[in-house]
């Protein structure tokens, strides 16, 4: 089963898919150079987007499933910022 179709524990599931996710934006802002405001701005127009992903007290966030689809649309569109930076 994915992520996405587990249903043993939903609060589990929830929790790792927004971990992963995070690790992605993560990973991304790393191989790029990019801060996490910039990167906010540029993918949600919200240059607290990141932040509030991260969440405080080891509580994440929340996202919509939409909202994940539309980041990583971007990174994949905009993957030529980490190669540039890594080059």
């Known amino acids: 089963k994915t992520l996405l179709t587990c249903r043993a524990n939903p609060k589990h599931t929830l929790r790792m898919i927004k971990e992963a996710f995070l690790r992605e934006i993560e990973a991304f802002l ?3 150079g990019m801060s996490h405001t910039a990167f ?3 993918v949600m127009k919200d ?3 990141v932040t509030r992903l991260r969440g405080k007290d080891g509580k994440l966030g ?3 499933a939409d909202t994940i689809e539309s980041v990583q649309q971007w990174m994949r ?3 030529h ?3 540039r930076m890594s080059a």
Do not use: P
């Open 30 to 32: 790393a191989a790029s």
């Open 40 to 42: 906010g701005k540029a």
């Open 47 to 49: 240059a607290s987007f």
């Open 62 to 64: 929340n996202v919509t």
């Open 77 to 79: 569109e905009n993957q």
């Open 81 to 83: 910022l980490t190669t």
